[in-house]
């Protein structure tokens, strides 16, 4: 009889969602905070979005080592352009850095699931989404994680982006304001937190409970990085606090 082998993969899902917007000259790019394995919560503050530049972020779910390991790859050759150029990378050039990045891994991939977010060189907001081995395309909104195919109908229906097939060719810009699109995002998220359990919720525990008085103990948030020309601001939003 054969012996039979458990399956081993070198890839974990931890779980997640992220979601960018582009506006005229802002973009918002948001994530949840929680960071599990299968039915285990690994962190409730774990941030899933890093600046690459002044004026480009990425959000990024999947696997958060692999996530590590490409952050850090881009940084260093951030910093190589850096010094080449004597000045930062403009967030079309990083889209299409992270893009080759990506594809010459395609063979044992980064399992990182990635939004770009940030102003073009003429000020507007632009939006980048990737697969895990580099295809990508600029669009005015999108969003990837566990919780995107509940988010994804949500923002078509509000947004309604048009046709890149579409001639003339139009902006692939949301027509909000940046406030109107920073609640957007706080919906999207109160919506997905009901129905996806890696994305986030708060955990309050009741006053029978001998640990404490019914006080917040531990609870995930949602970030949002707002980039306009004036720089970056963070904001945070407690999710499902019931």
């Known amino acids: 009889m054969t012996k039979q082998h458990p399956a081993w993969s070198p890839y974990d899902n931890n779980g997640g969602t992220c979601v960018a917007i582009a506006g005229a000259d802002y973009c918002v790019t948001a994530a949840d905070t929680r960071m599990s394995t299968g039915y285990s919560i690994l962190s409730r503050d774990y941030s899933k979005i890093i600046k690459l530049a002044d004026k480009c972020v990425m959000a990024s779910s999947g696997f958060q080592a692999d996530v590590k390991a490409l952050q850090k790859l881009l940084a260093a050759r951030h910093l190589i352009y850096q010094h080449q150029h004597n000045k930062q990378m403009s967030c079309p050039a990083m889209g299409q850095l992270l893009s080759n990045t990506l594809y010459y891994k395609r063979f044992f991939p980064y399992y990182s699931f990635n939004v770009l977010g940030g102003l073009d060189n003429e000020g507007k907001g632009c939006v980048y989404t990737y697969d ?111």
């Open 132 to 242: 895990a081995v580099g295809s990508y395309e600029r669009v005015g909104y999108s969003s990837q994680g566990s919780g995107s195919t509940l988010i994804m109908p949500f923002l078509d229906n509000q947004l309604k982006s048009p046709s890149p097939l579409l001639l003339p060719a139009q902006d692939a810009v949301t027509p909000l304001s940046e406030a109107e699109a920073v609640d957007l995002v706080k919906t999207c998220f109160a919506s997905a937190t009901e129905r996806d359990i890696y994305t986030a919720s708060f955990f309050l525990f009741p006053p029978s409970l001998p640990l404490c008085d019914g006080i917040f103990v531990g609870g995930d948030k949602l970030e949002i990085v707002v980039l306009n020309k004036d720089g970056i601001h963070r904001e945070y939003m407690e999710l499902r606090k019931d």
